[in-house]
């Protein structure tokens, strides 16, 4: 899997910041913080994963995807993507 060295980057800032925000709604639930900061720490984690998410997938569109449709591997490149997007629902 080819991802060049800024997606790179930006994959993995994105996952510091949501292990950052995670380790922080870890400590209010043991400090027994409202329960409305908590979930508004656990929304951004969630943002902060799809966002991870839309440049991984972007990602793998551009590369892995394109060239397996290069090759004549249609199907099973849209049937891999199609997957992901049901263990969604």
């Known amino acids: 899997m080819y991802r060049p060295k800024d ?9 510091k910041i949501a292990r950052g925000q995670l380790d922080k709604v870890i400590s ?16 951004a984690i969630e943002a902060a994963l799809k966002q991870t998410d839309d440049i991984i997938m972007e990602n793998h569109l551009k590369t892995c995807t394109a060239d397996a449709i290069k090759k ?7 049937g891999e993507i199609m997957k992901v997007f049901q263990k969604k629902k």
């Not at 004549?72 to 849209?78: F, H, I, L, P």
Request: glycine share 4%.
């Open 7 to 15: 997606t790179q980057e930006r994959i993995l800032h994105r996952l």
């Open 72 to 78: 004549g591997k249609t199907e099973e490149a849209v």
């Open 28 to 43: 209010m639930v043991d400090k027994q913080e409202y329960c409305i900061d908590i979930l508004h720490q656990t929304q």
